[in-house]
């Protein structure tokens, strides 16, 4: 069978810190490598069509939902899934622990990728004003509709990582 | 899992020319936000696909010796957008490709596969045409060059011969040098939204900023595929810069125009929305280019 027909290819990736290689089915996404070969359940199956940002993970540092991305397209890259953002006894990151302070988890479905899109956010050393912050977290729908903690949550993390006073 | 007969790969652009020849049934993918979307609907479930995503030479924007800035096909809203050269030069784009979906779609969307979707909603695409873009096509026989205003040959479908695929989206420096534009896109929501009209607008000013010396108005979703408004756009240059030659610029482009009946906006409020969408724009763009105008 020539190479192009084969229907698995192995593709190797650093997942969350650690390089990884699997032989995964050409017809994967992101999402299905990450969940099925890697255990990694944190990137949610939501609605499979990049609307949502249920799936969203860090690709080389920028967010991508990984339901609309080819398993085959990560050879090579730098993904990071919520599992990653732990600390090595299981700490918490502060932005996980600012979505606990503030109430910012009801159902928990689209918690995984907020966090994720915040986490580039928040890396980028920016401060950024509330419309502009509003649109960077505009990718992912939350069903229990509690957006305003999830706001509160982000934008207290960027204050204090800028060492600034926050105002309600 | 998608619903996908073959993948083939392309290593370089020759070699996607030389897969286009082999495979002619098969779909181009770049960054699949509307190719993958359309597998899991079943539109094109079953399909063969060959992906360019993985060329990084069709990445990137450069501004080449003649001034002329080149923008790679696969490079990203979300990197088009935060680009310097488009920031200096042409941030009317920078600005429309910044209201493309959401976040994570402009991380993965390309501007390449927003103009061969050949979809008249396209947010890059009525800035596009109102900058005269050149389309950069790669084929068997080599390069040519297609303007943007050739490319649209009807609904989804664009001049992409036999083994062709586009490379690069150039704006020449006399299409972009002196101008000031603004780009309004009309939807329902804030983010991840269709166009429901999309209107782009630039001008050139006189010294003296009070004379238009030049201006193009060009539509997304006011006809079959995007469009100018070339009988307003040589009615109105010359002009001074007024609230008068606004409102002939409202009620002129209706010549230009013919939008149609969707479930997503009626024809008569889309021909409002062209009158009053140009009008908005242009206000905006006189005062970036640093005319004075009054509402």
Same mark, same amino acid.
């Not at chain 1, 505009?138 to 706001?151: Q, V």
């Not at chain 2, 060009?218 to 408004?229: D, F, K």
């Not at chain 2, 307003?232 to 409102?247: F, I, K, L, W």
């Given at each position: 069978?020539?190479?192009?027909?084969?229907?698995?290819?192995?593709?190797?990736?650093?997942?969350?810190?650690?390089?990884?290689?699997?032989?995964?089915?050409? =017809?994967?996404? $992101?999402?299905?490598?990450?969940?099925?070969?890697?255990?990694?359940?944190?990137?949610?199956?939501?609605?499979?069509?990049?609307?949502?940002?249920?799936?969203?993970?860090?690709?080389?540092?920028?967010?991508?939902?990984?339901?609309?991305?080819?398993?085959?397209?990560?050879?090579?890259?730098?993904?990071?899934?919520?599992?990653?953002?732990?600390?090595?006894?299981?700490?918490?990151?502060?932005?996980?622990?600012?979505?606990?302070?503030?109430?910012?988890?009801?159902?928990?479905?689209?918690?995984?990728?907020?966090?994720?899109?915040?986490?580039?956010?928040?890396?980028?050393?920016?401060?950024?004003?509330?419309?502009?912050? =509003?649109?960077? $977290?505009?990718?992912?729908?939350? =069903?229990?509709?509690?957006?305003?903690?999830?706001?509160?949550?982000?934008?207290?993390?960027?204050?204090?990582?800028?060492?600034?006073?926050?105002?309600? | 899992?998608?619903?996908?007969?073959?993948?083939?790969?392309?290593?370089?652009?020759?070699?996607?020319?030389?897969?286009?020849?082999?495979?002619?049934?098969?779909?181009?993918?770049?960054?699949?936000?509307?190719?993958?979307?359309?597998?899991?609907?079943?539109?094109?479930?079953?399909?063969?696909?060959?992906?360019?995503?993985?060329?990084?030479?069709?990445?990137?924007?450069?501004?080449?010796?003649?001034?002329?800035?080149?923008?790679?096909?696969?490079?990203?809203?979300?990197?088009?957008h935060a680009d310097p050269l488009i920031q200096k030069h042409i941030s009317v784009l920078g600005d429309a490709v910044n209201?493309?979906? +959401?976040?994570?779609?402009?991380?993965?969307?390309?501007?390449? +596969?927003?103009? #061969?979707?050949?979809?008249?909603?396209? *947010?890059?695409?009525?800035?596009?045409?109102?900058? *005269?873009?050149?389309?950069?096509?790669?084929?068997?026989?080599?390069?040519?060059?297609?303007?943007?205003?050739?490319?649209?040959?009807?609904?989804?479908?664009?001049?992409?011969?036999?083994?062709?695929?586009?490379?690069?989206?150039?704006?020449? /420096?006399?299409?972009?040098? +002196?101008?000031?534009? #603004?780009?309004?896109?009309?939807?329902?929501?804030?983010?991840?939204?269709?166009?429901?009209?999309? #209107?782009?607008?630039?001008? /050139?000013?006189?010294?003296?900023?009070?004379?238009?010396?030049?201006?193009?108005?060009?539509?997304?979703?006011?006809?079959?595929?995007?469009?100018?408004?070339?009988?307003?756009?040589?009615?109105?240059? +010359?002009?001074?810069?007024?609230?008068?030659?606004?409102?002939?610029?409202?009620?002129?482009?209706?010549?230009?125009?013919?939008?149609?009946?969707?479930?997503?906006?009626?024809?008569?409020?889309?021909?409002?929305? #062209?009158?009053?969408?140009?009008?908005?724009?242009?206000?905006?763009?006189?005062? /970036?280019?640093?005319?004075?105008?009054?509402?």
């Amino acid at each position: 069978m020539t190479e192009d027909l084969r229907q698995y290819k192995q593709v190797t990736c650093t997942i969350n810190g650690k390089e990884r290689t699997a032989m995964v089915d050409v =017809r994967a996404s $992101l999402t299905d490598m990450l969940r099925n070969e890697y255990r990694l359940t944190s990137v949610k199956k939501g609605c499979e069509v990049g609307e949502c940002g249920a799936c969203t993970v860090l690709i080389d540092g920028e967010a991508f939902d990984s339901c609309i991305y080819l398993a085959i397209w990560a050879d090579g890259k730098n993904i990071i899934t919520l599992e990653g953002l732990e600390g090595p006894n299981g700490e918490l990151s502060d932005i996980q622990q600012a979505f606990i302070d503030e109430t910012a988890i009801q159902c928990g479905f689209c918690t995984p990728g907020f966090i994720l899109t915040a986490k580039e956010v928040l890396d980028s050393g920016k401060l950024y004003t509330d419309d502009e912050l =509003r649109k960077l $977290l505009s990718g992912h729908l939350c =069903r229990c509709t509690g957006y305003e903690n999830i706001f509160r949550a982000v934008k207290k993390t960027m204050y204090k990582r800028l060492g600034k006073k926050y105002k309600e | 899992m998608y619903d996908i007969k073959a993948i083939y790969e392309a290593k370089s652009v020759e070699h996607a020319v030389q897969l286009r020849m082999e495979h002619p049934e098969a779909v181009i993918i770049a960054g699949g936000s509307d190719v993958l979307i359309k597998i899991r609907e079943g539109r094109l479930a079953g399909c063969e696909l060959i992906s360019i995503y993985g060329l990084d030479e069709m990445r990137g924007i450069r501004k080449e010796e003649d001034g002329t800035i080149r923008i790679g096909s696969l490079t990203s809203f979300s990197h088009i957008h935060a680009d310097p050269l488009i920031q200096k030069h042409i941030s009317v784009l920078g600005d429309a490709v910044n209201m493309v979906g +959401g976040p994570q779609i402009r991380a993965i969307g390309t501007i390449g +596969g927003n103009t #061969c979707n050949g979809v008249t909603s396209a *947010d890059s695409a009525s800035t596009l045409f109102a900058y *005269d873009a050149v389309l950069e096509i790669t084929g068997p026989e080599g390069v040519r060059l297609c303007p943007i205003s050739e490319f649209y040959l009807g609904p989804g479908k664009v001049d992409l011969r036999e083994g062709e695929l586009e490379t690069a989206v150039l704006i020449r /420096k006399e299409s972009y040098s +002196g101008y000031k534009g #603004c780009y309004l896109k009309y939807g329902m929501r804030n983010a991840m939204e269709i166009a429901t009209t999309g #209107c782009s607008v630039n001008v /050139k000013l006189s010294q003296d900023k009070k004379v238009l010396k030049d201006l193009r108005i060009a539509y997304g979703v006011a006809g079959p595929v995007p469009r100018r408004a070339k009988v307003t756009e040589d009615a109105v240059r +010359g002009s001074e810069v007024s609230p008068e030659t606004r409102a002939r610029i409202g009620e002129l482009v209706l010549e230009d125009v013919n939008p149609r009946d969707s479930w997503r906006a009626a024809k008569d409020f889309r021909l409002h929305l #062209c009158s009053t969408m140009a009008m908005r724009a242009f206000t905006q763009a006189v005062r /970036k280019a640093g005319g004075e105008i009054d509402d």
